[in-house]
């Protein structure tokens, strides 16, 4: 029986998959399967040191990019140590993309440059960071922070129309969030989430639609942090079988050039030329049963007669298996 170190801390619902309630759902699927679970529970590196020196385990699955005691924002700091950095030192197997993978992927400005060099279509986009000058850029323009999730500094003022908005959000993003901003062409088009599962014969790439009803949308068109997790937001198999069909390729070739591996989700938006283009790529999805977007689609294309948490347990099991497998633990 192999058994998975479940790391969380302070951090995981604004780094990753969910609170400390998600992670205890996670741990008791993986329980209830062949595999045992546990979670360290760590608030600083050295305690985090300690869970792997002190336990027994195959393998590492975190909620965290690095150990936080900040609870709201990811807000990476220059000396804040990355986890899976620690885990490749030590040659501890871990489930999700590597260290270097995981850095280009919360730094969009990373993520964007890297697609954008692999032939994949993004944005047009700039980095800001405080004290920089403003680029000249098209209107309208997307302002966003560079190292968030969950549409955290996402309004519709993040949608700016002249140079005076395109000062006045991005001063937002520097003083408010304290990072870098991320100014993008603004794609005014439907959106889509794809789910990354699996490496190898085991990958699955499934294409998601996300839509809104358009009475609780604001200004714009856009999806903002109050929409998310309280039912408002809807996932459904596009029904357009061309649109699928290009976002599910879009993925693949994003994901080969960022050598994403395990489970990522990849969010992509239609410009105003018709195109996909990719917005982010998501490398610890949310795992929320039923309510994250990563069940919502596996469940889409798996369903169960066991109903949502048997496909969940099932999206759980494809995760951890594949990781074993592509360390050779399989």
Known sequence: MRKVLIVTGPGGDAQGWGDMKVTETLCETLNSDDLAAEIAYVTTTKEFLQAL????????????????????????????EWVADMLDERGIPYIGPSART???????????????ENGVLVPDFNLVAAGDALPE?????????????????????????????LARRVRYVHETLGQAAL?????????????????????????GLVTVDESHFGRHRILRSDLRGV????????????RAEEAREIT?????????????RVDLRVDA??????????GIPGLKPVKSWSPQIYSLYHPSPGGPMEEYRNMIRLIVRSALERHGLG
């Open 53 to 80: 020196s002190g336990r027994r385990y195959d393998i590492v699955w975190s909620a965290l990019y690095c150990v936080s005691q900040r609870e709201d924002i990811i807000g990476l700091g220059e000396d804040d």
């Open 102 to 116: 995981m850095k280009e992927l919360i730094q969009k400005y990373e993520t964007h440059r890297i697609m954008r």
């Open 137 to 165: 850029v098209a209107y309208p323009a997307f302002v966003k922070p560079n190292c968030e999730s969950r549409s955290i500094g996402i309004s519709d003022d993040s949608v700016v129309r002249n140079r005076e908005e």
């Open 183 to 207: 100014i993008e062409e603004f794609l005014p088009g439907d959106e889509y989430t794809v789910l990354m599962l699996g490496n190898g014969r085991l990958q699955e790439i499934l294409p």
């Open 231 to 242: 039912g408002l937001t809807k996932i459904s198999i596009p029904a357009q079988k061309e």
């Open 252 to 264: 693949r070739k994003a994901t080969d050039a960022l050598e994403c591996r395990d489970h990522v």
């Open 273 to 282: 030329q018709g195109r996909l283009r990719v917005m982010e790529v998501n």
